[in-house]
């Protein structure tokens, strides 16, 4: 079946402006998890949302960043006021929950690049 | 606090075995992950294993868990030109829900 599938792939923007990064989930997939990796690191936990509900929003950088999943399937991650050391790929990853679905899939990641 | 720490770089000659290692942070009820991350893509999960275990085989891929140490490895056998890759060790509480990454380590398979 179909992975977990995120766009856009790329984005540039300039410092300032809003930006909305969507992720589609594994169909079927409860858990969904929001990552950022800046160059040369490993990725860093952003938001994990179960269901609906954002479950553990500890990661979130400070109150620029927000997510939704109003349905449970679909998420966006919305970045207001975007400054350049915004600039990272963002991962998103779903599971089926719980303790037998604890393996994250991941997407492929959409660039962000703040100018 | 969670503190996953790998080596950044590994050389290794087509046909012979590549160990990365890896030491975390929690010995308790966790899981541990390896995922291998190409150029420009995303992350793809290669195995895990829970910190009950000591070993895990899946065809060219071992991990060795040393849990008292807080060390794990993963063997690959008959390194090929296609496992040239980062590759990124993963904990998670098995109560928990959010990976912590390790910085990557980066392998270079040599012909």
């Known amino acids: 079946g179909a992975g977990v599938s995120q766009t856009p792939s790329n984005k540039v923007t300039e410092k300032g402006k809003y930006v909305e990064l969507r992720c589609d989930p594994i169909?079927?997939?409860?858990?969904l998890y929001w990552y950022r990796q800046s160059l040369g690191q490993g990725p860093e936990f952003l938001i994990y949302?179960?269901?609906?509900?954002?479950?553990?929003d500890s990661g979130l950088p400070n109150d620029r960043f927000f997510a939704v999943r109003p349905e449970g399937s679909v998420s966006t991650l919305k970045i207001q006021r975007t400054e350049r050391g915004d600039s990272a790929v963002y991962l998103c990853?779903?599971?089926?929950?719980?303790?037998?679905?604890?393996?994250?899939?991941f997407g492929p990641g959409t660039r962000l690049t703040v100018t | 606090g969670e503190d996953v720490e790998q080596s950044l770089f590994l050389s290794v000659r087509e046909g012979d075995s590549s160990v990365i290692n890896c030491t975390y942070t929690?010995?308790?009820?966790?899981?541990l992950y390896w995922y291998k991350q190409e150029p420009g893509a995303g992350l793809q999960l290669l195995t895990y294993?829970?910190?009950?275990?000591d070993m895990k085989q899946d065809q060219r891929l071992t991990v060795l868990l040393y849990n008292k140490d807080k060390h794990l490895s993963l063997r690959i056998a008959d390194t090929q030109t296609g496992d040239s890759a980062i590759y990124f060790c993963?904990?998670?509480?098995?109560?928990?829900?959010?990976?912590?990454f390790g910085g990557g380590t980066r392998v270079l398979v040599k012909p």
């Open positions: 949302f179960q269901g609906t509900g954002a479950a553990d």
């Open positions: 990853a779903s599971s089926s929950g719980g303790t037998g679905g604890h393996e994250q899939y």
């Open positions: 294993i829970f910190s009950n275990m």
């Open positions: 929690d010995s308790s009820s966790t899981y």
């Open positions: 993963a904990e998670k509480y098995a109560a928990g829900n959010k990976l912590t």
């Open positions: 169909s079927g997939h409860t858990a």
